[in-house]
């Protein structure tokens, strides 16, 4: 919801002036996607070692390589599919070890909500892919993007909030697993209105 409603204030703010430096453009992005997941995994090992803040400003740091990646690819018109598969594979590289994180800071009290978080990402993911076959591409990525209730954004908003404020843990996790849920299921049920709609005017 974040990504697809302030992308581009974020773009022009925090991207483009970047991206106006010579020596940016001649960075590979399939780089800064790798740093990216790098930085995302190095705040696995700091939560787990309760070093929170740096374990936030870490994961900050992944999400906007995240970010920069993709913009730098666009600019050099340097994208590829190995770029695109590269970056949704990060993306949950980082979002499994953050979660696994999470999990490890207390494990007994944890698990089941740890669980309720993957699952619900599990699905989600499906539904985004999964969609994403079926509609024909009309945005700046390299692959069709179904935006949602809980989109990076959020899910990072999430993260950050679960490793400042752990205890808070249990509410945070369900919310986000419960949101994530119907993100999943409400893009399940725009598809299955929209395929009918087709087929009633055909």
Same mark, same amino acid.
């Given at each position: ?94 979002e499994m070890s953050i979660i696994i994180a999470l999990f490890l ?34 945005s700046e990525k390299s692959f069709h993007y179904s935006a949602g ?5 959020? #899910? +990072? &908003?999430?993260?950050?909030?679960? %490793?400042? /404020?752990? =205890?808070?843990? $249990? !509410?945070? *996790? ?9 993100? #999943? +299921? &409400?893009?399940?049920?725009?598809? %299955?209105? /929209?395929? =009918?709609?087709? $087929? !009633?005017? *055909?």
């Amino acid at each position: 919801m974040l990504d697809s409603n302030f992308r581009n204030p974020y773009q022009k703010i925090l991207i483009n002036p970047l991206l106006k430096l010579k020596f940016i453009k001649k960075i590979e992005p399939n780089f800064i996607t790798i740093l990216s997941t790098f930085f995302g995994i190095l705040s696995f090992f700091l939560i787990i070692s309760a070093r929170n803040y740096l374990a936030i400003f870490t994961l900050l740091i992944s999400g906007y390589f995240d970010t920069l990646d993709g913009s730098i690819a666009r600019i050099t018109q340097n994208s590829s599919d190995i770029g695109s598969v590269l970056d949704i594979f990060s993306d949950r590289v980082v979002e499994m070890s953050i979660i696994i994180a999470l999990f490890l800071v207390d494990p007994i009290n944890r698990s089941f909500l740890s669980i309720l978080m993957i699952a619900s990402s599990y699905l989600c993911i499906t539904s985004f892919l999964v969609v994403g076959i079926f509609f024909q591409n009309s945005s700046e990525k390299s692959f069709h993007y179904s935006a949602g209730i809980i989109e990076r954004t959020e #899910a +990072f &908003i999430f993260f950050i909030l679960m %490793i400042a /404020f752990g =205890k808070y843990f $249990k !509410i945070l *996790a369900l919310t986000f697993s419960l949101l994530v849920f119907i993100t #999943a +299921f &409400i893009r399940i049920f725009e598809f %299955i209105k /929209f395929y =009918k709609n087709i $087929k !009633i005017q *055909a």
